[in-house]
């Protein structure tokens, strides 16, 4: 069975300009949840969607955005990139979600902002 | 709030034992145990729950307090395939408004 797929890798954006990372989850799981992670804060919850819907928020501007389409991929976007938001960008799906289901992660996009 | 870990990090020597906690100010409903490696996905190792079940690596052992709110991995007889960074992950609550909240990460580090 495939894992978690992420696409690109790796990424360089210049400030200001907006960026759309790519994941296809395990084959049957419809939770996707998005993190970002940082030296400094470590894994930060950004969003989760389950079934084309966002069902959870964490604490991030409007910026962060995402959405899932009908096969359970989901894209994230972060519009106006600010230094700030230079992270890797891991995505985790699970069969259903929820607090006891387990969540695969993907390799992650590693997001440079110069 | 996010759960804190302790010790930040950790250097064994290949045989020994370690233990990782995870505490968290908030009454929880599972925790979740987790080990990255440098440039790598992290990769599930087990998860607790409210209540005393458990799934997981059948080599991995952990424990929950919940009255304590406070979650230990426990490595044995480490290898070097143990090195990497463990977090843990805690959820408050069992609904459909759950989310993982990590800790900033225990880095374990096994040398020959």
């Known amino acids: 069975k495939a894992g978690v797929t992420q696409t690109p890798r790796y990424l360089i954006k210049t400030r200001g300009q907006q960026v759309t990372l790519s994941c296809s989850p395990i084959?049957?799981?419809?939770?996707v949840s998005w993190y970002q992670q940082t030296p400094g804060q470590g894994l930060q919850f950004l969003f989760e969607?389950?079934?084309?819907?966002?069902?959870n928020k964490g604490n991030f501007p409007g910026r962060f955005s995402g959405r899932q389409f009908s096969n359970s991929r989901s894209e994230m976007n972060v519009s106006t990139l600010e230094l700030g938001d230079s992270a890797l960008y891991l995505c985790?799906?699970?069969?259903?979600?929820?607090?006891?289901?387990?969540?695969?992660f993907g390799a992650g996009t590693r997001l440079s902002v110069l | 709030q996010q759960p804190v870990q302790s010790p930040q990090a950790v250097i064994l020597r290949e045989g020994e034992d370690a233990v990782i906690n995870c505490s968290s100010s908030?009454?929880?409903?599972?925790v979740h145990w987790y080990r990255q490696k440098h440039g790598e996905a992290p990769v599930f190792l087990m998860i607790l729950l409210k209540g005393g079940e458990q799934k997981g690596h059948e080599k991995i052992s952990a424990s929950f307090n919940e009255k304590k709110q406070q979650s230990s991995l426990y490595l044995t007889a480490s290898q070097l395939s143990y090195s990497g960074t463990y977090f843990c992950g805690t959820a408050d609550n069992g609904g459909s408004n759950y989310k993982l909240t990590f800790g900033k990460g225990t880095l374990l580090t096994v040398n020959p």
């Open positions: 985790a799906s699970s069969y259903a979600g929820g607090a006891k289901n387990i969540q695969y």
């Open positions: 908030k009454a929880l409903y599972s």
């Open positions: 969607y389950f079934s084309e819907t966002q069902r």
């Open positions: 084959s049957g799981h419809r939770s």
